[in-house]
């Protein structure tokens, strides 16, 4: 294979295509890269140094330092009062693996969240997730002596992400009827609680005071 180990150098002394952040970052992986195939020092190379610099220039139009770090914080601030999982189901996380993991250890919580709801005692249930191939999203299982629910991205689309039914046990793989619900309605444990006790014809229990965190 050839390079043009020259390539980086030219575009570092006339770096006037590099007019934006996305054009700039991909000339500056670029000369990386070159840097990495002459086998020289990336942190002294010219035309790296140069590129970085230019960085400067195409944001000497954007806003001051002060505004941008505002802005940060309050979608930092915005995100945190938001939860996410149903964002992760509406984009999908196959192929992600970032995203599939955020998506078990929320899914993990908030199915610990709907078994406070339904007042199961520590010990009478489990939830365990299953993250399965790449291609998919997996899932996540709450399992109970009465009742069954499971949390993942549904190829039947929007609405569908939970299914739960009665069971006879823990052992009981196959139970009654399924029965659907949205990821939205599990950010609301004390609600779907109620449904899953009416649809399923559970006993009533305790509401709980407060949800576990």
Same mark, same amino acid.
């Given at each position: 294979?050839?390079?043009?180990?020259?390539?980086?150098?030219?575009?570092?002394?006339?770096?006037?295509?590099?007019?934006?952040?996305? %054009?700039? !970052?991909?000339?500056?992986?670029? /000369?990386?890269?070159?840097? #990495?195939? $002459?086998?020289?020092?990336?942190? &002294? *190379?010219?035309?790296?140094?140069?590129?970085?610099?230019?960085? %400067?220039? !195409?944001?000497?139009?954007?806003? /001051?330092?002060?505004?941008? #770090?505002? $802005?940060?914080?309050?979608?930092? &601030? *915005?995100?945190?009062?938001?939860?996410?999982?149903?964002?992760?189901?509406?984009?999908?996380?196959?192929?992600?693996?970032?995203?599939?993991?955020?998506?078990?250890?929320?899914?993990?919580? &908030?199915?610990?969240?709907?078994?406070?709801?339904?007042?199961?005692?520590?010990?009478?249930?489990?939830?365990?997730?299953?993250?399965?191939?790449?291609?998919?999203?997996?899932?996540?299982?709450?399992?109970?002596?009465?009742?069954?629910?499971?949390?993942?991205?549904?190829?039947?689309?929007?609405?569908?992400?939970?299914?739960?039914?009665?069971?006879?046990?823990?052992?009981?793989?196959?139970?009654?009827?399924?029965?659907?619900?949205?990821?939205?309605?599990?950010?609301?444990?004390?609600?779907?609680?109620?449904?899953?006790?009416?649809?399923?014809?559970?006993?009533?229990?305790?509401?709980?005071?407060?949800?576990?965190?």
């Amino acid at each position: 294979m050839s390079y043009d180990l020259a390539f980086r150098h030219n575009q570092a002394l006339d770096p006037s295509g590099c007019i934006t952040i996305a %054009s700039t !970052v991909h000339a500056l992986e670029a /000369a990386i890269t070159d840097c #990495r195939n $002459a086998g020289k020092d990336i942190e &002294a *190379d010219p035309a790296v140094i140069l590129l970085a610099r230019h960085f %400067s220039s !195409v944001c000497s139009d954007r806003p /001051a330092e002060a505004e941008l #770090r505002k $802005a940060c914080m309050a979608q930092i &601030a *915005d995100i945190r009062s938001r939860p996410t999982l149903h964002i992760l189901c509406d984009r999908g996380v196959a192929y992600d693996p970032p995203a599939k993991r955020a998506f078990h250890a929320e899914g993990r919580r &908030a199915l610990m969240r709907l078994a406070d709801a339904l007042g199961l005692a520590p010990g009478s249930f489990t939830v365990r997730s299953n993250q399965a191939g790449p291609g998919v999203s997996g899932d996540v299982t709450l399992r109970g002596d009465e009742v069954w629910v499971q949390l993942s991205v549904s190829l039947m689309g929007p609405d569908h992400e939970i299914c739960f039914r009665r069971v006879q046990g823990r052992d009981d793989h196959i139970g009654e009827r399924n029965n659907w619900a949205s990821v939205r309605e599990l950010l609301d444990p004390v609600r779907l609680c109620h449904r899953i006790r009416r649809e399923l014809k559970l006993p009533s229990s305790r509401v709980p005071q407060r949800l576990i965190p």
